[in-house]
């Protein structure tokens, strides 16, 4: 019979699974303590919850969530890094953390929030994406580029005939002043 404490732990996970933007898990074998305290800390400076819990309470709650592929990506003593934001901020502050700490930390892969799993090499691809502002802008450049070549096109024929409406008018001016 389960404790009261562990159907609550359950729902708890539930519902962090339900409303993640992205779940990332990473075994932790062989992290010591203040090196645990440290990537905590290191997790809520990015905005990422970072838990470490028993694989068989987050199996629970991910039948419950009806994400069955979350267990794919459990294996061995396990955290799991859940994001609620941007998907690639909390690969990064994860994949970050691993490079600079050198940290033993190693990612199992992780769900988006519509239940896609992604492979370890998958989320290392991710979090050496671009950050979010940086793609909106490369995909507005890419948007106007079209549109700049056209109107320079367009505009094209309208300065030539600027430019040599001008040249008569200095000549007629010329023309005027030897008169």
């Known amino acids: 019979m389960p404790t009261q404490a562990k159907i609550d732990r359950v729902a ?7 409303n993640c933007s992205i779940a990332l898990t990473a075994g932790y074998s062989g992290i010591a303590v203040n090196e645990m305290t440290e990537l905590r800390r290191r997790m809520r400076e990015a905005n990422v919850e970072f838990i470490v819990v028993k694989n068989t309470l987050a199996s629970l ?3 419950e969530a009806n994400v069955p592929q979350f267990n794919d990506i459990v294996e061995g003593p396990t955290a799991i890094a859940f994001g609620y934001d941007d998907p690639v901020d909390t690969a990064k502050a994860v994949s970050d953390y691993i490079r600079s700490t050198r940290s033993p930390l190693a990612i199992h892969g992780a769900i988006l929030g519509d239940g896609v799993a992604l492979q370890p090499q998958e989320v290392e691809r991710l979090a050496s994406l671009p950050a979010k502002p940086q793609l909106v802008a490369n995909l507005l450049g890419q948007m106007q580029a079209p549109l700049t070549r056209l109107l320079g096109v367009l505009n094209g024929p309208l300065q030539n005939l600027d430019g040599l409406l001008q040249a008569r008018i200095r000549q007629l001016e010329e023309e005027g002043q030897a008169a």
């Not at 708890?12 to 339900?18: A, D, G, P, R, T």
């Open 61 to 63: 709650a991910a039948e």
């Open 12 to 18: 708890e996970l539930k519902e962090k699974i339900e």
